[in-house]
């Protein structure tokens, strides 16, 4: 909560301050609003929770900033690809930020979360930085891997986020691993192990969640089924495509995961459950506004008017919007001040970013082994290598 309050603080100052004031939110932000989810949960050997979930001012003002900026950082990101200065795979979340925030809002920094390779606005939701994200997507000194990792492969251990992983699925066992160490610790924490419809098919996943369930592991496997694995439509790659159902045993939850309050209920629903009774799947009915990565179009496999038709009628950040306007939190042009700062923090950020250096070659060789150990390349033209092993 803390986290929340200071990005909210945030916003606050890029709002006028005086219409604010005008509002009493001083004293409202920490006032509770009652609102309902957009549509009802679908349990699988559970009951699902209540449609009706808690918020504050000072919340729905922190999801609209927070959705608008990785927005931004998305767009941008297209544009720097497009512009070469991002090379490699590339797969950018627009669409789907209602999943990040709302997770974030439910949980606290000593649980875990592992994703696959669409990991961007995941890692600014664990408290990573704008300058972080476009260094390492440029492949900069100053970027969360150094710059040795790039658009897959973003990392902040400190934030307990473990990762993007490039390939496709295998991050769920490394999940079920962290929650096992967090059953052995005993520190009542869960991971969050994220993948997408396109990986819901692989048998790791299914070894690793009988293993989790075995053990009562609190380990929630979540699923953010954008509805295309790449090119491939859930129903011509899935028998059942009903993946909060995929766990047999364990039990599953459906939620409307363009809906930042219902992922929010979810998510604090599930980590409850995780620790008391082992792992649970939530399946997050999102979409992708962009192709599978940045060499796909996504225009092939889907018609311009699907598309359209859930900007129009789901968009995560229209919704928030709405909602704050509903309940006079801000007004239609505070919202869009709002919008020009994150645009001018984003802008900032790309130019320092262009100003990190690039890593020093040697930086190949280095974060392989343990310190001290492994393969270092030295002299003046770096062609000479010193190994030492165990």
């Not at 000593?110 to 961007?120: F, S």
């Not at 939530?282 to 992708?288: F, G």
Request: charged residues 25%; proline residues 4%.
């Amino acid at each position: 909560m803390a986290q929340l309050i200071r990005r909210a603080a945030a916003l606050n100052k890029s709002l006028p301050a005086a219409s604010f004031a005008a509002r009493g939110l001083a004293t409202a932000s920490t006032s509770s609003i009652t609102v309902e989810t957009s549509l009802p949960f679908t349990g699988h050997n559970i009951d699902p929770p209540s449609r009706s979930v808690e918020t504050s001012p000072q919340e729905l003002l922190t999801f609209f900033r927070d959705m608008a900026l990785m927005r931004r950082m998305e767009i941008a990101a297209d544009s720097l690809y497009k512009a070469k200065l991002i090379r490699g795979f590339c797969h950018l979340y627009d669409g789907q930020e209602a999943v990040c925030v709302g997770m974030e809002a439910a949980i606290n920094r000593k649980d875990c979360i592992i994703t696959a390779y669409r990991d961007h606005c995941i890692f600014l939701g664990r408290g990573g930085t704008l300058l972080e994200a476009f260094a390492e997507l440029m492949g900069r000194k100053d970027g969360c891997s150094k710059g040795k990792g790039g658009s897959m492969h973003f990392y902040k251990k400190e934030g307990g986020f473990y990762g993007g992983h490039g390939i496709v699925g295998a991050q769920v066992p490394l999940g079920c691993g962290l929650a096992f160490a967090q059953k052995y610790s005993k520190d009542e924490s869960v991971t969050f192990a994220m993948y997408g419809d396109g990986a819901a098919n692989q048998g790791q996943l299914f070894e690793a969640l009988n293993m989790a369930a075995l053990w009562d592991l609190p380990a929630i496997l979540v699923c953010e089924n954008n509805h295309y694995g790449m090119g491939t439509a859930e129903w011509r790659a899935a028998k059942s495509p009903a993946y909060y159902k995929r766990g047999d045993y364990v039990p599953g939850l459906k939620v409307d995961g363009m809906d930042a309050l219902a992922v929010k209920q979810a998510c604090k629903f599930a980590k409850e459950h995780a620790l008391k009774n082992g792992p649970i799947i939530l399946e997050m009915d999102t979409y992708r506004y962009h192709g599978h990565s940045m060499s796909d179009p996504g225009s092939t496999y889907r018609t311009r008017d699907e598309i359209s038709g859930v900007r129009q009628e789901r968009d995560p950040i229209e919704r928030i919007r709405k909602l704050v306007l509903a309940h006079d939190l801000a007004t239609e042009k505070e919202l869009k001040d709002t919008e020009k700062e994150v645009r001018k923090e984003v802008d900032e950020a790309i130019a320092q970013a262009k100003e990190s250096p690039m890593p020093d070659p040697s930086e190949l060789f280095s974060n392989v082994y343990a310190k001290g150990l492994g393969t270092e390349s030295f002299g003046a033209d770096r062609k000479e290598v010193r190994t030492v092993l165990p």
